[in-house]
């Protein structure tokens, strides 16, 4: 089945304790997004990767990193989260082009 | 900067009672409009795109339709089941790899 996933789905973390959330797409897709989603504000970009080892920053980089050492996985990384970090974040992959966007689950992150 | 803006930001339906929502935009060169539903708690779902003015889409009771300024999303006879918050998103040039997302719409559906 075609698929984003994401681990883990719920996490409760302290501030300046780094984690990483990891993605894996199992379609070979070239694109793939992370975004955060807070209420009122939608979906933000926060990086994305046109291919292995290219990744650019998106609206709102700033208290993230990520890496594509490979394509299927695009891991967020937090080096030193802090409380406004807590939000949704969602996954994303797809084909070059002008189409769609296959989402992950979601990964729901509290920071105190 | 690529804006958009989606209104009302929640609708109440009763069941049957059509209604529309709006979805603006403003970009140097649209390249695809998308729209998205997203249930509480997970993942938005791909409904429709959109690529140039004139263009309609329709799936089951939803019709999506695009002008060059914004794009309407269409409810026909709604049931319990099309409660969810709707996403419009846009695509644009220069920067082909980014999608920019309105704040969504949140549809109640009430039987």
């Known amino acids: 089945e075609a698929q984003v996933t994401q681990n883990p789905r719920y996490l409760i973390t302290v501030t300046g304790k780094k984690l990483t959330v990891t993605c894996s797409q199992n379609?070979?897709?070239?694109?793939m997004s992370w975004y955060r989603q807070d209420p009122g504000l939608g979906l933000r970009q926060i990086y994305y990767?046109?291919?292995?080892?290219?990744?650019d920053k998106g609206d709102v980089p700033e208290g993230y990193k990520v890496s594509r050492k490979e394509k299927r996985n695009f891991p967020l990384i937090l080096e030193s989260p802090s409380p406004n970090q807590t939000s949704l974040y969602f996954c994303?992959?797809?084909?070059?082009?002008?189409?769609?966007?296959?989402f992950g689950p979601g990964t729901r992150l509290t920071v105190t | 900067e690529d804006q958009v803006t989606q209104s009302p930001e929640a609708l109440r339906l009763q069941e049957g009672e059509s209604s529309s929502l709006n979805c603006s935009y403003t970009?140097?060169?649209?390249?695809?409009l998308f729209w998205y539903r997203q249930d509480p708690g997970k993942g938005p779902e791909f409904l429709f795109t959109?690529?140039?003015a004139g263009e309609e889409k329709e799936k089951e009771r939803l019709k999506a339709t695009l002008t060059k300024k914004e794009s309407f999303l269409h409810i026909t006879a709604p049931k319990p089941e099309d409660s969810a918050t709707y996403l419009c998103?846009?695509?644009?040039?220069?920067?082909?790899?980014?999608?920019?997302f309105g704040a969504g719409t949140t549809v109640t559906v009430r039987a």
């Open positions: 998103a846009v695509q644009a040039t220069p920067n082909d790899y980014k999608l920019s």
């Open positions: 990767s046109m291919n292995v080892e290219v990744t």
């Open positions: 379609m070979n897709h070239e694109y």
């Open positions: 970009v140097s060169g649209l390249r695809g």
């Open positions: 994303a992959s797809r084909p070059p082009g002008v189409v769609k966007q296959y």
């Open positions: 959109l690529y140039s």
